[in-house]
């Protein structure tokens, strides 16, 4: 996972595949999530990384991560 990638965060709830989506953003500890945060109310750095954000409920099973591809034209 790359600085800028889409993060979407996968579930096994009924009906529903993303529960969640972020901006991956590397910080010395690992990749944190860049992200609206019901909590703070506002766009937020989580202060978690995106492992433990993982790995605290049983109902977030992956992610899925999107990339814009950039291209030079000569």
Not at 4 to 23: K, Y
Not at 24 to 46: D, I, M, Q
Not at 49 to 64: E, F, H, I, K, M
């Amino acid at each position: 996972i790359e600085d800028g990638d889409i993060i979407a965060v996968a579930t096994d709830a009924e009906g529903i595949d993303v529960i969640h989506v972020g901006i991956a953003v590397r910080v010395s500890r690992g990749v944190h999530l860049l992200h609206a945060s019901r909590a703070e109310g506002r766009v937020a750095l989580s202060p978690e990384t995106l492992y433990r954000y993982l790995a605290s409920c049983r109902c977030r099973t992956g992610v899925l991560v999107g990339r814009i591809k950039t291209e030079t034209v000569f």
